[in-house]
């Protein structure tokens, strides 16, 4: 049975998704709970790997090889943007092969780094195609990629108009009971440094869905939000030629399993050679 929401539109509205997060409520995972239907796997998460650079290759080769010893081994990786410095097919590319090199299928959004100017991203959408806003399914899970960029702007941004209207569009064609995960470069999470000023103009659109989970980068460290059955997270970054936000040194990924309606995240530490 469906449990209705105790505040009406109005109220919603008023305080926004940021303050409802804050304060513990969020209506769509409390709504419809877990049925049962969605299927078990394990999946990478990768944020800001920044690379470009001789030094970068041989590290994310190491990074790949931790990925590819993983078992069982993960079904599929996100990767959430930074994937190179520079915004080049140059650096690009390489980061591309290394994708592929995995063996298992990648869903990659863009990050500001992945820009060479406010107004070029033509190498990633020549080898990243149809890589701005996008869904899939998987087991009964539905993951949802979104552009979250402002050119190369790094703070003080606004999530763009196309990716509002691209959720305007494509939401009500999913399915909200089926648990849901979001995946963008800019933290969603309320308080996180870097947030866009608007970051709740996207959360607002999923009040009626099971979101289970936000997965985000940009900001360099571990940061966790709670509300009811959502997690917001980012990750310390997967980068060599950068270093964490928060002070830490480690670097790697988060190695995820989704199972029973919830994803749990493990820090999976990889070393510089």
Known sequence: MRRKSQLN??????????????????????RWGHDGSAGAFRFIAINDTHFHTARCAAWFERVCASIRSHNPRPEFCLIVGDLV???TQAELGPMRNFLRSLG???FAVIGNHDYVSDTDR???NELFPDSLNYSFEHRGWQFVGLDSTQGRAWQQ???????????DDRLPKMR???PTVVFTH????ADVRYRPLNADEVLERFKDFNLVAVLDGHFHGFTERHSGGTVLTTNRCCAISRDNHDGTSEKGYFLCTAGDGQ???????VKAG
């Open 9 to 30: 539109r109005r109220d919603w509205l008023r305080l926004g998704a940021g303050t409802l997060l804050t304060a513990g409520f969020w209506p769509g995972c409390a």
């Open 85 to 87: 410095e520079n915004g």
């Open 104 to 106: 298992m299928d990648y």
């Open 122 to 124: 033509s190498a990633w």
């Open 157 to 167: 941004t606004r999530i763009q108009t196309p990716t509002l209207k691209w959720l």
């Open 176 to 178: 909200p009971a089926a």
């Open 186 to 189: 800019f933290p969603l999470g």
């Open 263 to 269: 994803i749990t995240r493990q820090f999976v530490e």
